[in-house]
Nanobody
Framework: QVQLVESGGGLVQAGGSLRLSCAASGRTFNFYRMGWFRQAPGKEREFVARMGWSSGRTYYADFVKGRFTISRDNAKNTVDLQMNSLKPEDTAVYYC???????????WGQGTQVTVSS
């Protein structure tokens, strides 16, 4: 059974940094996309960053470009999100996502809370 477990969330002051980590288990994810989404109170879940499975190409939402960096370790089945220069508007629950749309596969973690104080 596929399981995604996030860690690393917490409370940080504006301008600070956090590193989120997601550990995936249940199968090998070398050929899946791995990424992060977030959901703030009263808002819909939105895309943050994603990394492909072959070339390692990365994709970022405009609002995190230059501040967040996604990385993955296929040997460990992990995907991390380094978040720098955090802003209060980054406050949200952050979700790990692993998918392969052409295979009909889409998995979510339980989420980790990130709170940025001003």
């Amino acid at each position: 059974q596929v399981q995604l477990v996030e860690s690393g969330g917490g409370l940080v002051q504006a301008g600070g940094s956090l590193r989120l980590s997601c550990a995936a288990s249940g199968r090998t994810f070398n050929f899946y996309r791995m990424g992060w989404f977030r959901q703030a109170p009263g808002k819909e879940r939105e895309f943050v960053a994603r990394m492909g499975w072959s070339s390692g190409r990365t994709y970022y939402a405009d609002f995190v470009k230059g501040r967040f960096t996604i990385s993955r370790d296929n040997a460990k089945n992990t995907v991390d999100l380094q978040m720098n220069s955090l802003k209060p508007e980054d406050t949200a629950v952050y979700y790990c996502n692993v998918d392969r749309p052409d295979w009909g596969a889409n998995y979510w973690g339980q989420g980790t809370q990130v709170t940025v104080s001003s």
